[in-house]
């Protein structure tokens, strides 16, 4: 049973330009969030696909955008990086429920902006 | 306030020993309580869930809820040096999709 699985797995990337997160969700999960983890802290919600519809928003920029495609997958683009988007993004799937979910992660891309 | 707390640590334990991990959140509607276990730079692994108040056990790992006091915690019996990790506090709140996270407490078991 393969698990989360996201590429590329480290990135660098120049002030400006715009660069795109890919991630597969593990097999019978529906649900796609995303993740931005500074070093030292905690991780931070971007946003949550569900059913093809960005289903929550974290307090990110519009410069970050997603997607999610029908087979589940899902895209992260971040438009015009700035340093300080460098990171490790970080791509959780789990299953749609009422109460409770149980996130599992991908090995995360590291992106750097030079 | 932040709404996930947790010790940064670094909490030294010897090898053999229980290392007890604490986690505190503000949000009295949260539901669900994760532990999580990160290896420098790794991505975060779930180790524990719980949703009810008591006690949880799975192998080694307990963990603990307290909504009344809004506290999780976890113990982990007989520390091994392959436990060394930050330890990373989830709470999942009613009617919200994101996991609020706690910044870590980073855990060195001697041997």
């Known amino acids: 049973d393969a698990g989360v699985t996201q590429s590329p797995t480290h990135l660098i990337k120049t002030r400006g330009q715009q660069v795109t997160l890919r991630c597969s969700p593990k097999s019978g999960h529906d649900t796609v969030s995303w993740y931005q983890q500074a070093l030292g802290q905690g991780p931070q919600f971007i946003f949550q696909?569900?059913?093809?519809?960005?289903?929550q928003r974290g307090n990110f920029p519009d410069r970050f955008s997603g997607h999610q495609f029908p087979n589940y997958s899902s895209e992260l683009n971040v438009n015009a990086l700035l340093l300080g988007d460098s990171a490790l993004y970080l791509c959780?799937?789990?299953?749609?429920?009422?109460?409770?979910?149980?996130?599992?992660f991908g090995q995360g891309t590291r992106l750097t902006v030079v | 306030q932040k709404e996930v707390e947790q010790n940064s640590g670094p909490l030294s334990v010897p090898e053999g020993a229980i290392a007890s991990l604490n986690c505190t959140y503000s949000?009295?509607?949260?539901?669900?309580f994760f532990w999580y276990r990160q290896y420098s730079g790794k991505s975060p692994e779930l180790i524990m869930s719980i949703y009810s108040n008591g006690d949880k056990e799975d192998g080694r790992f307990t963990a603990q809820l307290n909504k009344a006091s809004q506290y999780v915690s976890l113990l982990i019996r007989d520390s091994q040096p392959s436990d060394s990790a930050t330890y990373l506090c989830a709470v999942n709140v009613r009617s919200n999709y994101q996991l609020i996270w706690g910044a870590g407490t980073k855990l060195i078991i001697k041997p």
């Open positions: 959780a799937s789990s299953i749609d429920r009422v109460l409770g979910f149980e996130a599992f």
């Open positions: 696909y569900y059913e093809e519809e960005e289903r």
């Open positions: 949000d009295r509607g949260s539901q669900s």
